[in-house]
């Protein structure tokens, strides 16, 4: 059968037509994987079949085979159809993915911002820096106020008058101001000097000196109750107490070389340091803490001060009120008072008497 016979019959010509959305559906289905599988091929495989026929059977035969494309092409329809669908769909979803990906692209964009916000927050941390920046200045300044406390020369007492200025240098006994410090025996004297203050007379009464009956209160057994004996029991209110405090002495015996001696090396180390210094004017009617104070006060030594006096009750009234001063006599000077004191004021008198002893 020829081309033009095939052109002259209407069912072939209807036939004809719907290949050409099959040639659609396999150009898109090279655009989607998914759609290699259109009816179209089959068509063509069957035309050189259908052409065989024709030129075997005649002009009879093509009716029949006629009849047959219609209801394969009607196939092909149906199939393109089906095909076209899904191709249609998917497009859109790949469309869809482009849109998803341009939502997710300004939050992406939005981290950035949110990272440059957050960048201006340490410049506001480092504002209030500047004022501790300015603190240590202060501090170093009240530490040289307190570093420029008066000293004298080592090893000499520096005698001042009632302004406080400098007169002179005395010499010191090296007997008394230039021993070498020894902490165990410093430590030694120190706790029996406080431990002679204590007074020791705290005191309870054991079972024995309670006053009470030593009669058993009710039988052992028998009443359901635990055994009980005496009512000075010190289990019992009213009772003796046990193992309590009962007056003793606290004395911790030190020969008097090894006293003296302590009281040597505490005086030769405020020697050595520079902290002795000699009252040249300090002579009072009367009590007077105002006049004492103004003469510690020009003196700028450290304190806290100890004053020594000998046999002079004025001066030790005038500085009992002074809660940076400290005032003894010198037969009763101790090493825990020089080792508690900064700097050492002596009057004339007491520095005679220590000086010489």
Partial sequence: MSADEIKKTP????????????????????????????????????????????????????????????????????AAEEAAKPAAKKPAAKKAAPAKAEKAEPKKAAKPSAKAAAKPAPEKAAKPAAPVAERPPKQAAAATTEAEARKGAAGVATVVDASGKEVETRKLVDD????????????????????????GTA??????????????????????????????????????????????SFDIKINKKVMRKALSMALSDRAANGRVFVAADLELAEPSTRTVEQFLVNLDCAAPVLIVTSDEPVVLKSVRNLPYAEATEVAALSTEQ???????VLTEKAFAALNEA
Avoid: C, M, W
Avoid at 338 to 344: C, F, H, P
């Fill in 338 to 344: 020089v080792l508690r004191a900064r700097s050492l």
């Fill in 203 to 248: 005191s309870t009464k054991t079972r024995g000196e309670v006053s009470g009956s030593t009669a058993k209160l009710y039988r052992q057994k028998g009443t359901g109750r635990a055994r009980a004996g005496s009512v000075k029991s010190p289990i019992r209110t009213g009772g003796g107490v046990t193992f309590g405090p009962h007056p003793r």
């Fill in 176 to 199: 008394r101001f230039a021993v070498a410090a020894d902490v165990n025996t410093l430590h030694l004297v120190v706790r029996a000097e406080q431990a002679a203050r204590r007074r």
């Fill in 11 to 78: 069912d072939v010509e209807a036939a004809a037509e719907p290949e050409k959305p099959a040639a659609e559906a396999i150009a898109t289905s090279e655009a989607a994987p998914a759609e290699k599988k259109p009816a179209a091929k089959k068509p063509a495989a069957k035309k050189p079949a259908a052409k065989a026929q024709d030129k075997a059977a005649g002009e009879k035969a093509a009716k029949p085979a006629a009849k047959k494309p219609a209801a394969k092409a009607a196939k092909a329809e149906t």
